[in-house]
T-cell receptor, first 114, second 113 residues
Framework: EAQVTQNPRYLITVTGKKLTVTCSQN?????MSWYRQDPGLGLRQIYY???????DKGDVPEGYKVSRKEKRNFPLILESPSPNQTSLYFC?????????????FGPGTRLTVT | TQLLEQSPQFLSIQEGENLTVYCNSS?????LQWYRQEPGEGPVLLVT???GGEVKKLKRLTFQFGDARKDSSLHITAAQPGDTGLYLC?????????????WGLGTSLAVNP
């Protein structure tokens, strides 16, 4: 089954404790991205990757890191989480069809930083 | 700043009613997508429209891209409880960037049995 998986689905942590949210896709998509979704602010892109070893900042990259060592995996790293990073996070991979990127989202990771 | 404005923000209707939700902008886009997000899940792509005036149908859902490619509408006929969810529009091609998606805040739809 074609899918994007994220782990963990739920995470409660404390300020300053490094964490990683994993993302994996089995569709051989080159383009992957991370979003956060907050009430009243909608979906905002954190980082994206056009291909292996190619990553770039999205709209809200501060406090986050990513890596793309393999095509299928795109982990999101919070080196020192803070309460303002409490949010719902989505990983997405994209297929380019007729010049348009169609996004396939993972199920989400709900992160709470206390 | 390019914005996509969705209206209404919230909509609660009875099963069997028809409804239309809107996605508007002052910018011209090369394509527009509609996604539905159910509680606890990620958004799922419903449709992509690329041509001004284009109409696409997906069962009881009808999507239209405005002639000037600045707006779009989603019409649901005979809504069912399974249609409940957050409907998001997203557009590409503004300011010559075909890769970046601009997202609306969504219309939260509740269909009551």
């Amino acid at each position: 089954e074609a899918q994007v998986t994220q782990n963990p689905r739920y995470l409660i942590t404390v300020t300053g404790k490094k964490l990683t949210v994993t993302c994996s896709q089995n569709m051989n998509h080159e383009y992957m991205s991370w979003y956060r979704q907050d009430p009243g602010l909608g979906l905002r892109q954190i980082y994206y990757s056009m291909n292996v070893e190619v990553t770039d900042k999205g709209d809200v990259p501060e406090g986050y890191k990513v890596s793309r060592k393999e095509k299928r995996n795109f982990p999101l790293i919070l080196e020192s989480p803070s309460p303002n990073q409490t949010s719902l996070y989505f990983c997405a991979s994209s297929l380019k069809i007729a010049g348009v990127y169609e996004q396939y989202f993972g199920p989400g990771t709900r992160l709470t930083v206390t | 700043t390019q914005l996509l404005e969705q209206s209404p923000q919230f909509l609660s209707i009875q099963e069997g009613e028809n409804l239309t939700v809107y996605c508007n902008s002052s910018s011209v886009f090369s394509s527009l997508q509609w996604y539905r997000q159910e509680p606890g899940e990620g958004p799922v792509l419903l449709v992509t429209v690329v041509t001004g005036g284009e109409v696409k149908k997906l069962k009881r859902l009808t999507f239209q891209f405005g002639d000037a490619r600045k707006d779009s509408s989603l019409h649901i006929t005979a809504a069912q409880p399974g249609d409940t969810g957050l409907y998001l529009c997203a557009a590409t091609g503004g300011a010559g960037n075909n890769r970046k998606l601009i997202w609306g805040l969504g219309t939260s739809l509740a269909v009551n049995p």
